[in-house]
């Protein structure tokens, strides 16, 4: 019997060298935006190939347009100026150097506002040239935090719920906007967890609430982001991406979703969540034996930017049936480890899509990933 997948790609694709010249000469003021745009163009053109080659049926612009995954901090948003990050981030069992490591820290001075439609350039040139479906991901605002400094936003923002509370509204217009003008599939990078799923991680995002208080504030502002959202706009397919960090092979967390899965996967009312897990570093699938929604979970194929990249590195999508795409032994000896509750007649928004080894081999190129590890 044939197997109904569905894959798609969370995160940024690597800009090709000639995108991220234009990006340097541009912030050298040697390039003007208009020049820089259509170089983004032709790199998501490229990208958008390589994705329907590959067999995708669900397609993103492989966040080309921004300086990262973060963009919407300095790039976007008004009320913010640059600060130095404190993120600590690991590999190889070693804390890398601040120079190795991510410098586009943001910290709100004013009342936070909207000064760019970045997202909304994304989705007009998607519009006209995707070749299928396609999602818009952003930052999910219960991550506001990352950006309030007590010393420089409290006198506008006297606490990060403040803030946090501001974003969120903000966000809300932006998502409506976005549905408004037909974008259907929209995915909220929301890490906030990490500092309850590892607390050694307190220090290395956000300290300022305790392990219970940081998982009822996002938990909290989660849902309402998605709830109003879905109120709106119900047609409107809403994802929910967590990992533990990755830069350049790096991390910054670990542990499994223990500690959150019972209010993490009943509260917040996502149509997929797309999680790292079944790794060393992320824990196994146990957890998501505490969805009471009747969703159903998957292995999903995603390799890490690592020349060591193994198969038994995964990524969960809900509301999906198990992908063909993955057959290593790690999901073949723990796709019953949860006992899942039984899937609903509706839950699922799986499409059927074949990849040739070729395409597969093509896109991990793209992404960092090693070609020779690419499932048959």
């Known amino acids: 019997m044939a197997t109904t997948h569905h894959a798609e790609h969370v995160g940024s694709l690597l800009r090709p060298p000639y995108l991220l010249r234009a990006r340097e000469a541009h912030g050298a003021g040697e390039l003007t935006t208009a020049q820089l745009r ?133 966000q809300i217009d932006e998502i409506g906007g976005l549905a408004a003008s037909g974008v259907r599939w929209v995915q909220l990078d929301s890490l906030s967890y990490n500092q309850v799923i590892d ?35 119900q047609d409107l397919t809403v994802g929910m991406h967590i990992c533990r960090g990755n830069y350049r092979s790096s991390w910054m967390a670990q542990g499994g979703y223990e500690p959150v899965a019972e209010r993490l996967f009943n509260e917040v009312p996502v149509d997929r969540f797309l999680l790292e897990y079944d790794t060393e570093r992320a824990g196994g699938f146990e957890p998501l034996a505490s969805s009471r929604q009747g969703r159903r979970w998957s292995s999903v194929w995603s390799p890490p930017r690592s020349p060591s990249w193994k198969p038994a590195t995964t990524c969960c999508a809900a509301s999906t049936r198990p992908p063909a795409t993955c057959r290593s032994s790690s999901w073949r000896s723990a796709r019953s480890a949860a006992s899942p509750p039984a899937p609903s007649a509706t839950s699922s928004r799986s499409t059927t899509s074949a990849a040739s080894s070729t395409s597969w081999s093509r896109l991990l190129a793209r992404c960092g990933g090693d070609p020779a590890g690419a499932p048959a």
């Open 199 to 233: 607390p050694g991680a307190t220090g290395r995002t956000r300290a300022a609430l305790g392990p219970e208080q940081a998982l009822d504030a996002a938990v909290t502002v989660d849902s309402n982001i998605v709830s109003a959202v879905k109120r709106e706009h």
């Open 38 to 170: 259509e170089v983004e163009d032709r790199a998501i053109a490229e990208l958008l190939e390589i994705q329907e080659q590959a067999g995708l049926t669900v397609f993103t612009d492989g966040e080309a347009r921004r300086e990262s995954w973060r963009a919407g901090l300095l790039e976007s948003l008004g009320g913010v100026e640059p600060a130095s990050r404190t993120l600590r981030w690991y590999r190889d069992g070693k804390e890398l150097s601040p120079e190795e490591t991510l410098s586009d820290g943001a910290v709100a001075v004013t009342k936070v506002s909207r000064k760019q439609d970045l997202t909304g350039v994304e989705a007009r040139f998607m519009t006209e040239h995707a070749p299928g479906t396609f999602k818009i991901t952003m930052i999910s605002a219960s991550m506001g935090g990352m950006i309030w400094n007590r010393e420089r936003s409290s006198a506008v923002y006297p606490a990060p719920n403040d803030l946090i509370d501001d974003l969120a509204a903000l």
